[in-house]
């Protein structure tokens, strides 16, 4: 049975701290396929994302160039929640790809803050039933983790402050490019 792991998040943008979950999940076994999927409307975040959704999915895409190359033939960048009208409930995108994938195991990769949070997600109880959850431990979340991957201490509020270190080369061009975070 393939194990296909979904990768949810705002990926405003996505930087170095994700490169190196989607690693570690794939060269550890932990799932044999990596769906990443920007958020459409996050809704249990404080404030909007800053670059749009298409943004978002291309600056995805761009940095998979930056991952080696047997791993980044294992992730996919999957735009259904920024098509999706209306909010982003991970219940309907595990439903989704569960019906893309017949017969697979769906996983989800969450940090431990956003685990923390998981009751207050949309029908947590049947999410909860349908994926089995591939916890990360976020240095700056400690809790409890079912994996420790030696993650990375980076965030995206930290690049959007102009922090651009943490960027992959090729999403830092394409942030160059479009001139996204150049109020910060």
């Known amino acids: ?26 060269l550890r076994g932990l799932s044999d396929r990596v769906l990443v999927i920007p958020a459409g409307e996050p809704l249990l975040r404080d404030s909007q994302p800053i670059a749009s959704g298409a943004e978002r999915r291309a600056m995805c895409v761009q940095a998979l160039n930056d991952l080696p190359s047997e791993i980044a033939k294992k992730v996919e960048v999957n735009p259904i929640e920024i098509l999706r009208s209306g909010p982003s409930y991970a219940i309907d995108t595990v439903d989704a790809v569960a019906q893309t994938y017949p ?3 769906i996983l989800m990769i969450v940090g431990t803050d956003a685990f923390a949070k998981i009751a207050q ?9 349908k994926v089995d959850f591939i916890v990360i431990d976020r240095p700056e979340f400690p809790g409890d983790a079912t994996i420790d991957i030696g993650a990375l201490n980076i965030s995206a509020t930290q690049i959007r402050a102009g922090e651009i270190d943490a960027l992959s080369p090729h999403v830092a061009t394409y ?10």
Do not use: C
């Open 1 to 26: 049975m393939a194990k296909i792991a979904i990768y949810g998040g705002t990926f405003d943008p996505i930087h170095r701290g994700h490169l190196h979950v989607i690693e570690q999940v794939l």
């Open 103 to 105: 017969g697979a195991e």
């Open 121 to 129: 997600w949309h029908r947590s109880d049947e999410l909860q039933d």
């Open 175 to 184: 942030i160059k490019e479009h001139n996204l975070y150049a109020s910060k």
